[in-house]
């Protein structure tokens, strides 16, 4: 039994089998709650408690998947490819939103974490928070912060934002389908971009060509506030 803990292909396959399982409850269940990275999570801590295995041995396998940050955050330019003509005719609001959306999740993130007196390596966890989880975890790598508080943070925005979307929609008058769109996808994106697709064509468009511009601002952005 310890061979097989100690073997690279188990924190692999746990891994996968663990998100599997999130992705089937998550879409019995139909509630962004329901996330199935936090189903993940919960279940490889369970499996790891309940067995006795070493963190370590479960790494030498999970980081793996790590390799594979960096392709699918090349992935996002396809986004754009097949979005142009929606770029093309919401070039200044789309890319002025986005940049606007960074600099508030960088200022807010910045100044909250030294009011509350949390440490560099605390911020570096959060400070990228409001982007797509790939990038996310690239940057707090880059910073020295901590993966695991990142994805954390990024699930949890992103959760914020597909359950309160249309109730800050309404709040703050805000009607123009595009605005509400750019505004989605610039702070909770995939999870938000799920919730603008339900609200509209438009709002979705907008919110998923929105995550590769927030990615971009916040990557070109965030070691100003770090």
């Given at each position: 039994?310890?061979?097989?803990?100690?073997?690279?292909?188990?924190?692999?396959?746990l891994?996968?089998?663990?998100?599997?399982?999130?992705?089937?409850?998550?879409?019995?269940?139909?509630?962004?709650?329901?996330?199935?990275?936090?189903?993940?999570?919960i279940?490889?801590?369970?499996?790891?408690?309940?067995?006795?295995?070493?963190?370590?041995?479960?790494?030498?396998?999970?980081?793996?998947?790590?390799?594979?940050?960096?392709?699918?955050t090349?992935?996002?330019?396809?986004?754009?490819?097949?979005?142009?003509?929606?770029?093309?005719?919401?070039?200044?609001?789309?890319?002025?939103?986005?940049?606007?959306?960074?600099?508030?999740?960088?200022?807010?993130?910045?100044?909250s974490?030294?009011?509350?007196?949390?440490?560099?390596?605390?911020?570096?966890?959060?400070?990228?928070k409001?982007?797509?989880?790939?990038?996310?975890?690239?940057?707090?790598?880059?910073?020295?912060?901590?993966?695991?508080?990142?994805?954390?943070?990024?699930?949890?925005?992103?959760?914020?934002?597909?359950?309160?979307?249309?109730?800050?929609?309404?709040?703050?008058?805000?009607?123009?389908?595009?605005?509400?769109?750019?505004?989605?996808?610039?702070?909770?994106?995939?999870?938000?971009?799920?919730?603008?697709?339900?609200?509209?064509?438009?709002?979705?468009?907008?919110?998923?060509?929105?995550?590769?511009?927030?990615?971009?601002?916040?990557?070109?952005?965030?070691?100003?506030?770090?």
């Open positions: 039994m310890s061979e097989l803990f100690s073997s690279p292909l188990f924190g692999l396959t891994s996968i089998l663990a998100f599997r399982v999130g992705m089937w409850i998550n879409q019995k269940l139909k509630t962004p709650l329901a996330n199935p990275l936090i189903i993940a999570m279940l490889v801590v369970a499996v790891l408690t309940v067995f006795g295995i070493p963190l370590d041995a479960y790494e030498q396998g999970s980081s793996i998947i790590l390799l594979f940050l960096g392709p699918v090349a992935i996002l330019a396809l986004t754009i490819y097949r979005q142009r003509a929606v770029l093309k005719q919401y070039f200044f609001p789309i890319v002025l939103g986005t940049l606007a959306g960074a600099l508030a999740a960088l200022s807010s993130i910045r100044l974490s030294q009011m509350l007196g949390l440490d560099q390596q605390m911020i570096a966890s959060l400070l990228s409001s982007v797509t989880t790939p990038i996310a975890i690239a940057l707090t790598e880059q910073f020295g912060g901590l993966p695991a508080l990142t994805i954390a943070s990024t699930v949890i925005t992103g959760l914020a934002g597909n359950l309160l979307a249309p109730f800050l929609a309404k709040l703050f008058w805000i009607k123009d389908p595009v605005a509400h769109g750019v505004g989605i996808g610039s702070c909770s994106h995939a999870l938000g971009t799920s919730k603008a697709l339900e609200l509209g064509e438009v709002q979705g468009a907008m919110s998923s060509i929105s995550i590769s511009f927030s990615a971009i601002w916040t990557v070109l952005l965030a070691p100003l506030f770090f």
